[in-house]
């Protein structure tokens, strides 16, 4: 029994690995953490610059060329999804609204990392998501109590806002990478 055993082992120890990740699940995380990191540092200037209000403007003018310049470089269509959306062009499809209930399933149970999936597609193609969650600079523009600046601003900028209302920790929404389907058939 020991040698079946060992022989066993053996083999195992030479199969090639199977359960490898998929290089766009890795590559999507990068890709994730440069977008809030650009955002991030760019809002923090609008903020210091001009308050909330300004951060408004500069949200609707400068996330939009990140996600664009974004996408050039990888090939994958960068953006960000939300239940609440603060512009329509961001209203989660149907994939990622089951998402981010499930994201939002998670924080309550106590996740303490924002939840991340990942999924390829019959196809090929494969989607990233990771939770965006509410900062404390994010209340400015996005929180409950806000100043009579900011909603103008929001009025002027997004007249169909519906990203209001959140507490610190509340998912926002989420970073999504989607990867084109492989122009070669799959093996």
Request: some cysteine; overall charge positive.
């Amino acid at each position: 029994m020991r040698r079946f055993a060992a022989l066993a082992l053996g083999l195992l120890l030479t199969l090639p690995a199977t359960a490898t990740e998929d290089p766009r699940q890795s590559r999507s995380r990068e890709i994730a953490g440069r977008f809030q990191q650009t955002l991030s540092g760019k809002l923090g200037q609008a903020l210091a610059e001009g308050g909330p209000a300004r951060a408004i403007e500069f949200c609707q003018a400068e996330a939009p060329r990140v996600a664009a310049q974004l996408s050039a470089e990888t090939g994958a269509r960068v953006s960000r999804t939300s239940l609440r959306p603060r512009q329509p062009a961001h209203a989660a499809d149907a994939r990622a609204q089951a998402l981010l209930a499930d994201f939002q399933r998670q924080l309550a149970a106590g996740t303490s990392a924002p939840p991340e999936h990942f999924e390829v597609a019959a196809d090929g193609s494969a989607r990233y998501s990771r939770a965006i969650l509410i900062q404390p600079p994010c209340l400015g523009c996005h929180g409950k109590a806000l100043s009579p600046e900011v909603r103008a601003a929001l009025a002027r900028h997004y007249p169909g806002d519906q990203a209001t209302g959140y507490a610190l920790g509340e998912l926002r929404g989420a970073f999504q990478i989607d990867w084109p389907a492989p122009s070669e058939p799959r093996s």
